[in-house]
């Protein structure tokens, strides 16, 4: 992709949630479709989860934005288990076909909420990352969609309070600022490409990575579970 500088000095731009799942819908939903069943029975790197687990989470999660179903304890382990529960018996299309749908209503509800589900539209990509990486794809956090992840990723490190971390990010001509210094210590640095940051800050597997992070610790940067 062509190289673009975010800075934590950009403004907030409320369509970016839903740009940034519907530019995935359109690289990830023909992969799906093309794909043998026995593809959906891959693990992840998501403990205890095939890809179809991953999908059944993600297309029930934008289910829940378009439909506005926000009941107690959404979005927690037992809530999306219970998610994935309810879809067991549905064929795999029938699971693409509910993600296509969130991928393409779900940006128009999230404006509304002003920034509070744009962790979802992040969450939706990573996993996206995630299906890639467990069939040996290209693209797995990157592609198309890097830019206005690597944007909401540093507005919701700020959301979160997390470690402050200046980010000097290969083909990026300014450093991303990540988190929210807290007086005590300088911003941490990280120097290496924009998919490792993206591992570094959801948890994923870095085996094979290559990068530098000096101030800070790796269990110290994951901003989800």
């Known amino acids: 992709m062509t190289a673009t500088t975010y800075t934590h000095d950009e403004a907030y731009d409320p369509e970016r949630p839903g740009r940034l799942l519907r530019t995935e ?28 687990h991953v999908l059944a989470h993600c297309s029930s999660a934008l289910a829940r934005v378009v ?47 002003k920034g509070r589900l744009d962790g979802v539209a992040l969450g939706e990509w990573v996993h996206a990352g995630d299906v890639r990486e467990a069939w ?49 210590r300088p911003p941490a640095r990280y120097i290496g490409d924009a998919p490792t940051l993206v591992r570094l800050y959801t948890g994923r597997p870095l085996a094979g990575t290559r990068y530098e992070l000096a101030g800070a610790r790796e269990g110290e940067l994951p901003l989800f579970d």
Do not use: Q
């Open 25 to 52: 819908r359109d690289l990830l939903i023909p992969l799906l479709r093309a794909a043998d069943d026995s593809a959906y029975a891959i693990r992840t790197c998501c403990p205890g989860w095939t890809v179809r």
């Open 136 to 184: 040996g794809l290209p693209g797995a956090y990157g592609g198309a969609g890097l830019g206005d992840a690597l944007t909401l990723l540093g507005e919701y490190s700020r959301s979160t309070s997390a470690v402050s971390l200046h980010a000097d990010v290969d083909g990026w001509d300014e450093p991303l600022s990540l988190g929210v210094p807290d007086g005590r």
């Open 67 to 113: 439909e506005k179903r926000f009941e107690e304890g959404v979005y927690s382990p037992e809530s999306n288990d219970r998610d994935i529960a309810e879809r067991a018996d549905w064929p795999n299309s029938r699971i693409v076909d509910e993600l296509e749908h969130g991928m393409t209503e779900a940006g128009a509800v999230m404006v509304a909420f």
